[in-house]
């Protein structure tokens, strides 16, 4: 049943519960925070490590408008390819946590987006939801010099899931890539209540990297490796 009533990583990974044996040495480096730890859950993960998340502002455009660019107060996200902007209870039936504002769809037959971020950023999150109701695997990565990935499994039907991301010791992000890993059987995907933080507010540094791990178990997970599919 369609929703949509119109037409790297690195080398080890923490976990809620425990940590992998083979962490690796403290270092610059991009990190994965999954729905667990997401703001809409009460945990809040990346304002709890100290960035200021600042919203993404929804686009003043009509319903159904295709654009390619948002802007924020740190600067422009821009989509490839573009996306159409489409709002709850109109175009795009369900979400979850009670947000009833817009998404931006990424198409029928798009298996990924790329999210270009402005320049200095951090701290980036983002909800999303497969534009059919089904139960579907949807990876999103973190990227600038190194790469994280999180996969998680995502319902159509008023399941839209957080995913958070942060960079360490100097790192930044400069994309974010969704990617719908069913081979098109979602038939898109619909992105959300982005938010984002500058490096020069908050920062995580080296020293207090391990310390913010083993804190981490009550906040939600972290991800260095892509997450296999249970």
Known sequence: MKKLSMTAAGVACFS???MCANAPPLK???LAVDDSA????GSNALSKLGFNMVQVENSSLPEFSIL???SSPLGDL???PQVQKININSGWTTWSHGYTGEVYFSGWNVLTTTITLPGGISAFDLYVEP???GLFDIAVTGMNGTSTTLL?????LSGAKYFGFYATEGDLLSTIKITDLSNGAAHGFGMAEFRLASRTVAAVPESSFGLSILAFGALGSVSW???KQQ
Do not use: D, P
């Open 225 to 227: 490796l892509l997450r």
């Open 131 to 133: 534009n059919l109701f």
């Open 68 to 70: 390619s660019t948002l």
């Open 152 to 156: 998680q499994k995502v319902s159509g």
């Open 38 to 41: 997401s703001w809409a859950t």
């Open 16 to 18: 809620v519960g425990g």
């Open 28 to 30: 610059a480096a991009i």
């Open 78 to 80: 821009t989509f490839s």
